[in-house]
């Protein structure tokens, strides 16, 4: 009888849609982002990990259940740290139902959203950025005590993220704001 009942536990593997997928695109893992703010200052971050994997590896149904949830991540670090220990940031995703669409979880600099936290849904806003002369219409906007919650020194005011070019803009509390400048290998 346990037998049967065990053979009949099959896990199952549960796969990112080509939607859900596009969010990590823009960046490869050895990449560096450079931003420049207003003030003239210059931040770079370096694209420090991409992974894609499957939880549940083993098929552990009886602890955790029968879904192998597909995850993809990837992990920004700043070259220069202003919110100790939120110097990393980046985007990830995990296909918890293989039914139901996912969306990514987003962080930066102590600044994060995660629809398992907010209540609040991102904000779609059009920006346009004075460092590349160009137009975002579609970009997602996340603010501190908005739709975003700060943790550390609170130093991040908001950021933008465009679907398919990454993390283009941010603002600190004080009014500093860096945009893409440009990405290179």
């Given at each position: ?5 065990l ?18 695109k823009?960046y ?17 971050l370096?694209?420090?990990n991409?992974?894609?994997?499957f939880?549940?590896k ?51 600099l ?8 907010q209540?609040?849904e ?5 920006v ?10 579609y ?19 908001s ?9 283009i803009?941010?603002?600190s ?8 400048l440009?990405?290179t290998k």
């Open positions: 009888m346990m037998l049967i009942i053979a009949s536990c099959n896990c199952v593997e549960t796969h990112l849609t080509d939607e859900e997928r596009i969010w990590f823009a490869e893992k050895g990449q560096i982002i450079v931003f420049k703010s207003n003030l003239g200052n210059i931040d770079t370096v694209v420090t991409k992974t894609e994997i939880g549940n083993e098929c552990n149904w009886y602890e955790i259940g029968t879904i192998q949830n597909n995850i993809i991540n990837i992990d920004l670090k700043s070259k220069i740290c202003r919110n100790e220990p939120y110097c990393t940031g980046g985007i990830s995703i995990s296909k918890d139902k293989q039914d139901e669409k996912s969306f990514p979880s987003f962080s930066f102590g600044l994060m959203y995660s629809k398992i936290y209540t609040e991102p904000i779609m806003k059009s346009k950025l004075t460092s590349n002369n160009k137009t975002y219409p970009a997602l906007y996340f603010e501190d005590k908005v739709n975003a919650n700060n943790f550390g020194n609170n130093y991040l005011k950021f933008y993220w465009d679907k398919k070019e990454g993390l803009r941010y603002e509390h004080e009014g500093e704001i860096f945009e893409l440009k990405i």
